[in-house]
């Protein structure tokens, strides 16, 4: 089992930055592949960007390509998300899940296992 912390959340204006971090416990940590989905108000989960268990491959959601980055740090039983020239269509309740299984739909949230409490991101304009 897995339990998911994420942190890092808060108020940024329109262009500004934000690092969200989900700290994961337990000893297997590098046999999970690794979201991030995001939920706004009266809005359904969504995929915002997913790495594999080494690291190697990463998929993001076409609107946060180029301006936001995940990454891993096995050792430290970590996933980051880099969040730069934020836009306030980028607010919303931020949540890290970890899948167990291969060949997964990545980006149905319904194929991961464990999930964070979420960490709220507000982008004003």
């Known amino acids: 089992q897995v339990q998911l912390v994420e942190s890092g959340g808060g108020l940024v204006q329109a262009g500004g930055s934000l690092r969200l971090s989900c700290a994961a416990s337990?000893?297997?940590?590098?046999?999970?592949?690794m979201g991030w989905f995001r939920q706004a108000p009266g809005k359904e989960r969504e995929f915002v960007a997913v790495?594999?268990?080494?690291?190697?491959?990463?998929i993001y959601l076409d609107s946060v390509k180029g301006r936001f980055t995940i990454s891993r740090d096995n050792a430290k039983n970590m996933v980051v998300l880099q969040m730069n020239s934020l836009e306030p269509e980028d607010t919303a309740l931020y949540y890290c899940?970890?899948?167990?299984?291969?060949?997964?739909?990545?980006?149905?949230?319904?194929?991961?296992?464990?999930w964070g409490q979420g960490t709220q991101v507000t982008v004003s304009s």
């Open positions: 899940g970890a899948a167990a299984r291969l060949g997964i739909e990545y980006t149905d949230y319904s194929a991961y296992d464990y």
């Open positions: 337990g000893r297997t940590f590098s046999s999970y592949t």
């Open positions: 790495i594999s268990r080494a690291g190697a491959r990463t």
